[in-house]
Nanobody, 115 residues
Framework: QVQLVESGGGLVQAGGSLRLSCAAS????????MGWYRQAPGKQRDLVAT???????NYADSVKGRFTISRDNAKHTIYLQMNTLKPEDTAVYYC?????????WGKGTLVTVSS
Protein backbone atom coordinates (compact mmCIF):
# COMPACT_ATOMS: atom_id res chain seq x y z
CA GLN A 1 0.00 0.00 0.00
CA VAL A 2 0.94 3.61 -0.59
CA GLN A 3 0.00 6.55 1.60
CA LEU A 4 -0.12 10.07 0.16
CA VAL A 5 -0.34 13.15 2.36
CA GLU A 6 -0.99 16.55 0.80
CA SER A 7 -0.26 19.88 2.45
CA GLY A 8 -0.06 23.55 1.58
CA GLY A 9 -3.65 24.38 0.74
CA GLY A 10 -5.40 27.44 2.09
CA LEU A 11 -7.11 30.72 1.31
CA VAL A 12 -5.42 33.16 -1.04
CA GLN A 13 -6.48 36.23 -2.97
CA ALA A 14 -6.67 36.21 -6.74
CA GLY A 15 -3.24 36.82 -8.21
CA GLY A 16 -1.51 35.20 -5.28
CA SER A 17 0.55 32.04 -5.00
CA LEU A 18 0.51 28.76 -3.10
CA ARG A 19 2.80 25.74 -3.04
CA LEU A 20 1.32 22.30 -2.49
CA SER A 21 3.34 19.30 -1.36
CA CYS A 22 2.55 15.60 -1.45
CA ALA A 23 4.65 13.10 0.46
CA ALA A 24 4.41 9.43 -0.43
CA SER A 25 5.22 6.55 1.90
CA UNK A 26 4.80 2.79 1.96
CA UNK A 27 5.31 0.61 -1.10
CA UNK A 28 6.21 3.55 -3.30
CA UNK A 29 8.72 1.72 -5.55
CA UNK A 30 10.69 3.51 -8.20
CA UNK A 31 9.64 4.43 -11.72
CA UNK A 32 6.31 5.75 -10.52
CA UNK A 33 4.34 8.56 -12.06
CA MET A 34 2.74 11.17 -9.82
CA GLY A 35 0.40 14.03 -10.34
CA TRP A 36 -2.13 16.54 -9.10
CA TYR A 37 -5.84 16.52 -9.83
CA ARG A 38 -8.54 18.86 -8.60
CA GLN A 39 -12.26 18.73 -8.00
CA ALA A 40 -14.41 21.82 -7.68
CA PRO A 41 -17.82 21.62 -5.96
CA GLY A 42 -20.33 19.85 -8.16
CA LYS A 43 -17.75 19.02 -10.81
CA GLN A 44 -15.71 15.99 -11.79
CA ARG A 45 -12.11 15.44 -10.78
CA ASP A 46 -9.80 16.82 -13.47
CA LEU A 47 -6.11 16.51 -14.21
CA VAL A 48 -3.95 19.49 -13.25
CA ALA A 49 -0.42 18.23 -13.87
CA THR A 50 1.57 15.02 -13.93
CA UNK A 51 5.26 14.19 -13.70
CA UNK A 52 7.07 10.97 -14.50
CA UNK A 53 9.91 9.47 -12.49
CA UNK A 54 12.30 10.95 -15.03
CA UNK A 55 10.79 14.40 -14.77
CA UNK A 56 8.64 14.64 -17.89
CA UNK A 57 5.69 16.92 -17.17
CA ASN A 58 2.20 17.38 -18.54
CA TYR A 59 -0.25 20.20 -17.73
CA ALA A 60 -3.88 20.99 -18.24
CA ASP A 61 -4.29 23.88 -20.66
CA SER A 62 -5.99 25.94 -17.96
CA VAL A 63 -2.86 26.01 -15.78
CA LYS A 64 -0.05 26.12 -18.34
CA GLY A 65 2.30 29.01 -17.64
CA ARG A 66 0.94 29.49 -14.11
CA PHE A 67 1.54 26.17 -12.34
CA THR A 68 4.76 24.16 -12.10
CA ILE A 69 4.98 20.56 -10.95
CA SER A 70 8.25 19.16 -9.62
CA ARG A 71 9.45 16.18 -7.66
CA ASP A 72 12.17 15.05 -5.28
CA ASN A 73 12.63 11.32 -5.84
CA ALA A 74 14.85 10.92 -2.80
CA LYS A 75 12.04 12.25 -0.59
CA HIS A 76 9.20 10.61 -2.58
CA THR A 77 7.60 14.03 -2.69
CA ILE A 78 6.03 16.13 -5.41
CA TYR A 79 5.22 19.81 -5.39
CA LEU A 80 2.84 22.10 -7.22
CA GLN A 81 3.83 25.74 -7.38
CA MET A 82 0.71 27.72 -8.23
CA ASN A 83 1.12 31.33 -9.32
CA THR A 84 -1.32 33.96 -10.55
CA LEU A 85 -4.17 32.07 -8.95
CA LYS A 86 -7.71 32.69 -10.15
CA PRO A 87 -11.07 32.13 -8.41
CA GLU A 88 -11.72 29.28 -10.84
CA ASP A 89 -8.72 27.45 -9.39
CA THR A 90 -10.74 26.94 -6.21
CA ALA A 91 -11.01 23.19 -5.60
CA VAL A 92 -9.84 20.30 -3.52
CA TYR A 93 -6.45 19.25 -4.89
CA TYR A 94 -5.62 15.56 -4.81
CA CYS A 95 -2.25 13.88 -5.14
CA UNK A 96 -2.03 10.75 -7.26
CA UNK A 97 0.63 8.05 -7.62
CA UNK A 98 0.71 5.24 -10.15
CA UNK A 99 3.17 2.37 -9.93
CA UNK A 100 3.26 -1.34 -10.63
CA UNK A 101 1.13 -1.90 -7.54
CA UNK A 102 -1.75 0.24 -8.68
CA UNK A 103 -3.16 3.76 -8.52
CA UNK A 104 -3.34 5.66 -5.23
CA TRP A 105 -4.93 8.91 -4.03
CA GLY A 106 -4.41 11.26 -1.15
CA LYS A 107 -7.27 12.73 0.87
CA GLY A 108 -6.88 16.15 -0.72
CA THR A 109 -6.13 19.69 0.35
CA LEU A 110 -8.51 22.61 -0.16
CA VAL A 111 -7.42 25.64 -2.15
CA THR A 112 -9.71 28.65 -2.05
CA VAL A 113 -9.02 31.69 -4.21
CA SER A 114 -11.00 34.79 -3.36
CA SER A 115 -11.78 37.49 -5.91
Amino acid sequence: QVQLVESGGGLVQAGGSLRLSCAASGSVFSLNNMGWYRQAPGKQRDLVATITWGGTTNYADSVKGRFTISRDNAKHTIYLQMNTLKPEDTAVYYCNLVNTGGKYWGKGTLVTVSS
